[in-house]
């Protein structure tokens, strides 16, 4: 089972975090973040917003790991203790939404890799499995969006690009367009984002996907 660690931009926004936390248990991953990565989240979040710690709380998210500080080369200061933690934690992947600030020779020292959400949700996710998490939630709502269909067409559609063109056959509705542009870079690292599995090939390496997942 893989183990991914979110950083504290992927749990600040409250629909990519509930997909991430619904899918684990049914897509072979597990989730975990530091107390760093949830006071750095807590600190962006909205005024209003349920506090990340009182959400890991009410609904029993054993996903909290040690902190950690060990020695890397290249990447970004501000995220060493989140690449540190998630090392340290036995994590193959890190979910972040700025995978440009983690060093390619420290990931591939540490044999693990940086992913954006959009990309690790588009190649996680069966249609089925992505369909009966919108259902569920959609049980959850009473104001709009509150269907599965629209919930595809409009948060997906604005928030994942790529996961909303990778299950176009889950809903027949033309979704709305990105509310921001596609990432630059959406990996970066030696770990499938499929599977896990370090990468050895180069067009691998560059994709982020073995052969084996990039076939299917």
Not at 29 to 41: D, K, M, N, R
Not at 175 to 183: D, N, Q, R, T, Y
Request: glycine residues 6%.
């Amino acid at each position: 089972m893989t183990r991914v660690y979110l950083d504290a931009n992927v749990l600040v926004p409250s629909y990519t975090r509930t997909l991430l936390m619904m899918a684990a248990p049914l897509s072979d991953f597990t989730v975990i973040w530091s107390l760093h990565a949830e006071a750095e989240a807590e600190r962006h979040q909205e005024s209003g917003a349920a506090p990340i710690s009182a959400l890991r709380k009410r609904f029993g998210w054993d996903a909290l790991v040690p902190d950690g500080d060990i020695e890397l080369d290249d990447t970004d200061t501000k995220d060493k203790q989140i690449l540190s933690a998630a090392s340290l934690a036995g994590a193959d992947l890190v979910i972040t939404e700025n995978v440009k600030d983690f060093g390619a020779q420290d990931l591939a020292r540490l044999q693990m890799s940086a992913v954006h959400p959009d990309l690790f949700l588009a190649n996680r996710l069966s249609v089925e499995t992505y369909r009966d998490i919108l259902t569920r939630l959609a049980r959850t709502r009473s104001k709009q969006p509150n269907t599965a269909e629209e919930i595809h067409r409009i948060e997906t559609g604005e928030r994942l690009p790529l996961l909303a063109a990778r299950m176009k056959e889950a809903f027949p509705v033309e979704v709305a367009p990105p509310s921001k542009g596609a990432p630059r870079l959406t990996f970066r690292g030696v770990r499938c984002v499929s599977c896990g599995q370090l990468l050895t090939d180069r067009a691998s390496l560059k994709l982020g996907l073995g052969p084996e997942c990039n076939a299917t």
